[in-house]
């Protein structure tokens, strides 16, 4: 069964700035509608939504595709690029949530791997005979050998670790990382330093020995979307890390094209001449020809 039941919902959640601006324009039918896109946000996967997708959702709400738009776009509640979004309090809400399920997840598998050990343990017979200056090592239960020198040496070198290879992997995601760079809040730098940040979630994996847990390439996008969490101490680590060994890019809350160098945020394009976008809340006024909030 697929374990997507429920949203912890906040009773406070109205007294947020951006949904008291949300009521304010739209109604309750604007709140509503928020709520339902909340919905679908938690049957995704990573939490993470396809604007490709709406159509359907849309229909299911029996409202115009357009309505369903402002509300994603123009309330500051979701965190969107070309072809997703996401919402950072789904996120914040889950994660008290998926630490219980990965910490249950985990002591299953630890469970599983002392049972394991134990039958080994039961079955296992090693016979030890010296043929020609040599140690036959013969493990009855794997029916495999391994021969070695007197001197035992046995100089392979150690195969990268499943869960790090899984982790590795997110090197080549770059729309993902995109969304990422986009989620903290430190734009290119984020980018453009990403071998450090995933070498710094590698070694908090390791201090909190969750390697088991990441089994897939989805495993280790979800653990590093709570890594990434802004607010969150590995996240606090992670930003006193960068602004310690570099200046942070001043375009860090918009979204620049790789191959047009065009700037934009959620999808509303900025000029040239235009400064940085100061902090993720302001919008582009083109009648003042200055930031707003």
């Given at each position: 069964m697929k374990r997507d039941q429920y949203i912890p919902h906040e009773v406070s959640m109205r007294n947020t700035t951006e949904v008291m601006h949300l009521i304010e324009k739209e109604g309750m039918t604007g709140y509503?509608?928020?709520?339902?896109?909340?919905?679908?946000?938690?049957?995704?996967?990573?939490?993470?939504?396809?604007?490709?997708?709406?159509?359907?959702?849309?229909?299911?709400?029996n409202i115009r595709l357009p309505k369903l738009l402002n509300i994603i776009n123009n309330y500051g509640l979701f965190i969107c690029d070309d072809f997703t979004f996401y919402s950072p309090k789904l996120n914040e809400l889950m994660k008290p949530l998926e630490d219980r399920r990965a910490r249950f997840e985990a002591y299953k598998q630890k469970k599983r791997a002392a049972k394991s050990l134990e039958i080994s343990n039961a079955s296992d017979t090693i016979s030890f005979d010296k043929v020609k200056g040599k140690v036959k090592v013969k493990v009855s239960s794997s029916s495999k050998e391994e021969d070695k020198g007197d001197d035992g040496g046995d100089f392979s070198i150690p195969e990268t670790p499943a869960w790090e290879r899984h982790v590795n992997a997110l090197q080549e995601e770059e729309q993902w990382k995109e969304i990422m760079a986009m989620r903290s809040g430190l734009g290119q730098a984020f980018v453009r330093r990403f071998d450090e940040v995933l070498n710094l979630f590698k070694q908090h994996v390791q201090a909190i020995g969750n390697e088991k847990d990441i089994q897939s390439p989805t495993d280790a996008k979800r653990y590093f979307c709570f890594f990434n969490t802004p607010g969150s101490a590995t996240f606090k680590k992670l930003v006193c890390y960068l602004r310690e060994t570099e200046v942070l890019d001043p375009y860090r809350f918009e979204f620049r094209d790789p191959e047009t160098g065009k700037r934009s945020y959620c999808d509303v394009p900025i000029p040239d001449d235009a400064p940085p976008r100061p902090n993720d809340q302001a919008n582009w006024n083109p009648l003042r020809k200055e930031w707003v909030f």
């Amino acid at each position: 069964m697929k374990r997507d039941q429920y949203i912890p919902h906040e009773v406070s959640m109205r007294n947020t700035t951006e949904v008291m601006h949300l009521i304010e324009k739209e109604g309750m039918t604007g709140y509503g509608i928020y709520w339902a896109v909340m919905e679908y946000l938690r049957t995704q996967d990573d939490y993470i939504g396809d604007f490709r997708n709406l159509k359907s959702l849309r229909r299911q709400l029996n409202i115009r595709l357009p309505k369903l738009l402002n509300i994603i776009n123009n309330y500051g509640l979701f965190i969107c690029d070309d072809f997703t979004f996401y919402s950072p309090k789904l996120n914040e809400l889950m994660k008290p949530l998926e630490d219980r399920r990965a910490r249950f997840e985990a002591y299953k598998q630890k469970k599983r791997a002392a049972k394991s050990l134990e039958i080994s343990n039961a079955s296992d017979t090693i016979s030890f005979d010296k043929v020609k200056g040599k140690v036959k090592v013969k493990v009855s239960s794997s029916s495999k050998e391994e021969d070695k020198g007197d001197d035992g040496g046995d100089f392979s070198i150690p195969e990268t670790p499943a869960w790090e290879r899984h982790v590795n992997a997110l090197q080549e995601e770059e729309q993902w990382k995109e969304i990422m760079a986009m989620r903290s809040g430190l734009g290119q730098a984020f980018v453009r330093r990403f071998d450090e940040v995933l070498n710094l979630f590698k070694q908090h994996v390791q201090a909190i020995g969750n390697e088991k847990d990441i089994q897939s390439p989805t495993d280790a996008k979800r653990y590093f979307c709570f890594f990434n969490t802004p607010g969150s101490a590995t996240f606090k680590k992670l930003v006193c890390y960068l602004r310690e060994t570099e200046v942070l890019d001043p375009y860090r809350f918009e979204f620049r094209d790789p191959e047009t160098g065009k700037r934009s945020y959620c999808d509303v394009p900025i000029p040239d001449d235009a400064p940085p976008r100061p902090n993720d809340q302001a919008n582009w006024n083109p009648l003042r020809k200055e930031w707003v909030f």
